[in-house]
């Protein structure tokens, strides 16, 4: 079996047939969110994660802007502290792929119940979806924007106001 791309746009064999060749066009509406898709495709690649010291096996799945879907799931290292993150992974996987930007993400443990991003991992997403990404927090509740997960958030506007002379 041939493994998947690392995104989906539901036509295999064909993965940009779907997608537009350029990012969604200014005013163009938002990409549905089929919640139960994202977490199933993390809960996918987080099956193929490579977590042999702490057992945590963790995927993720977002949507992008085009409407695909980029997955990535987590490896870690002996020294834990070079450990990637599931996140780490579809950040990759997204700008590997020609990707613009993510609409909403679903992060889920190997048993599919949903994971918050750590702290490191919203300012990854925050780089790549804006703080009006949103965040799947499980079947039966509403997502949460990202703004409200790092409030007060370090982005490149910020950067750009605090550097030097």
């Known amino acids: 079996m041939r493994p998947a791309p690392p995104y989906d746009t539901g036509m295999p064999g064909r993965p940009d047939a779907a997608a537009p060749a350029a990012g969604r066009a200014i005013g ?3 990409p549905a969110v089929d919640w139960v898709r994202l977490r199933t495709r993390a809960r996918t690649a987080s099956r193929r994660a490579h977590a ?3 057992g945590l096996r963790v995927g993720a799945a977002g949507l992008t802007a085009e409407g695909r879907i980029v997955i990535g799931c ?3 290292n002996a020294s834990y502290g070079l450990t990637l993150c599931a996140e ?6 997204l700008r590997a792929s020609g990707a613009g930007s993510l609409l909403a993400v679903s992060v889920v443990a190997g048993d599919g119940a949903p994971l918050t991003p750590c702290g490191r991992c919203r300012q990854l997403l925050l780089e790549l979806g804006g703080p009006d990404l949103l965040v799947d927090r499980g079947a039966g509740a509403e997502p949460v924007a990202l703004r409200a997960l790092l409030p007060g ?4 506007a910020e950067l750009g106001r605090r550097r030097g002379p």
């Open 88 to 93: 780490c992974g579809l950040v990759s996987a």
């Open 28 to 30: 163009a509406p938002r």
């Open 52 to 54: 042999p010291y702490s």
């Open 74 to 76: 987590n490896v870690e």
């Open 153 to 156: 958030a370090f982005d490149a």
